[in-house]
């Protein structure tokens, strides 16, 4: 529908005077009407009907737009900075590039859409999809809580500090989106795609994430206390959860192991927790010694100044694991996988073996690192005095400082290790120098 400057003053004006039952007032009906490129900022559209409309680049910052049928419009690249949209009925529309800064989208219906002919085919020939396209939009500090933006597509677009309270965004597609400080306390997340999301600060209190990706999500932090992530794709993503995230058999067994630690075994269950998948768990502190975590997935969690004296963690995954301040006396980390890992002046010293009688025999039972794979880890100040390191990949490592004193390095590899102020053994050293002779 073409419509003359004119036209569409006198329409703005009936409208008026139609919200206000003033005589002469009639609904505006701008379905279908080209509207791009016009400067309408501040106008009153209330109630409106424009579905189908086009208004691609048009200026409709801090217009009332509230309760407006926008059926499948195309406001591409459109100014809509602190626009009110409220409860609109915006299914199907097109965003993609708009400018939404601190626009009121409360309770939109931003599902798919499209117009039909009466034959059923669809009535724009350009459409390139269904469902509502926000790619590159910006809507930083908008207010959407209780959309329905289920199935729309934000793909890079910037929500920092939007408000999403409650809205539902099933299947909806975030990815490589700006989602800092956003908050999504209540939100439907399911199935919607977040990979490689920038959620720096974001507030999920009470979201719901089951089958979202979030690989490569940058959620640093994201208070996921409570959440359920089980079901969530979290690989690669800067996280750190809390135990209350594991599943609820994984807690309870923590629980025992906790209760046999503080009762000397009288009461509670030393944690079997072989294969278990703990990665980017926060454990700082907490007294895990003596459990079996065999082949367990720690990669990325933190596990500063925790207790892992005489645990079996042989194959175990603590790849990017923070082990600072660790005690990890008589450990079991055969073939365990520690590339890139925190031990920063963590204690992997050997434990002094005692009789039935409780009394000390003389003999120790040293940490076990062999076949461990450290490549890239940092062991700055580390005490692994009387560790096996037979076969150890230890390719960059940073030893300063570190004391490997006694140490059994048969066949390790230390190519490109920082060794300055480190204390290697002996035999090590001779059958270096040795070598250097040779050559």
């Avoid at 009121?104 to 599902?111: I, V, Y």
């Avoid at 793909?155 to 408000?163: D, F, H, R, Y």
Wanted: glycine fraction near 10%; hydrophobic fraction near 45%.
């Amino acid at each position: 529908m073409s419509l003359t400057p004119t036209d569409i003053l006198r329409i703005l004006a009936e409208h008026e005077r139609w919200l206000a039952n003033r005589p002469g007032g009639k609904r505006a009906n701008l379905a279908f009407a080209d509207l791009s490129g016009l400067g309408l900022a501040g106008a009153t559209l209330r109630l409106a009907k424009l579905s189908g409309a086009r208004a691609v680049k048009t200026n409709l910052a801090r217009a009332d737009m509230s309760h407006c049928d926008l059926f499948a419009a195309d406001l591409e690249r459109a100014r809509l900075d602190e626009v009110n949209l409220a409860h609109a009925d915006m299914r199907g529309v097109r965003l993609r590039g708009a400018r939404m800064a601190r626009a009121n989208l409360e309770g939109a219906d931003l599902r798919e859409g499209a117009l039909m002919n009466a034959d059923g085919a669809n009535a724009r020939a350009d459409e390139d999809g269904t469902a509502v396209s926000m790619a590159g939009a910006d809507l930083s500090f908008a207010n959407l809580t209780r959309a329905n933006l289920c199935r729309s597509t934000l793909s890079g677009a910037t929500l920092e500090g939007t408000v999403l309270r409650s809205a539902r965004l099933r299947d909806a597609r975030l990815d490589n989106a700006i989602l800092r400080g956003a908050d999504f306390a209540e939100a439907d997340l399911g199935g919607a795609d977040l990979a490689n999301a920038d959620l720096t600060g974001a507030r999920l209190t009470g979201a719901r994430l089951d089958n979202a990706n979030l690989s490569g999500a940058d959620l640093t932090d994201v208070d996921l206390k409570g959440v359920d992530v089980s079901r969530a794709n979290l690989a690669g993503a800067t996280v750190l959860l809390s135990t209350d995230n594991l599943p609820p058999q994984i807690q309870v067994i923590l629980a025992d192991h906790a209760a046999w630690i503080e009762s000397n075994g009288a009461v509670g269950t030393r944690a079997a927790l072989d294969g278990a998948d703990l990665s980017s768990t926060d454990l700082a502190g907490a007294n895990l010694s003596g459990a079996s975590l065999k082949g367990a997935n720690l990669v990325g969690a933190r596990l500063t100044a925790v207790s892992l004296v005489m645990a079996d963690l042989s194959g175990a995954d603590l790849g990017k694991a923070d082990l600072s301040r660790a005690a990890l006396g008589g450990t079991n980390l055969a073939g365990a996988d520690l590339d890139r890992a925190l031990l920063v002046g963590a204690r992997l010293t050997p434990v002094e073996i005692k009789g039935v009688d409780g009394k000390p025999t003389g003999r120790f039972w040293p940490v076990n690192l062999a076949r461990a794979r450290l490549v890239g880890a940092d062991l700055r100040g580390a005490d692994l005095h009387m560790a096996n390191l037979s076969e150890a990949d230890l390719t960059g490592a940073d030893l300063t400082d570190a004391d490997l004193s006694d140490c059994d390095l048969d066949d390790a590899v230390l190519t490109r290790a920082v060794t300055t102020g480190t204390r290697l053994p002996e035999a090590y050293l001779h059958h270096a120098a040795a070598e250097a002779g040779h050559r």
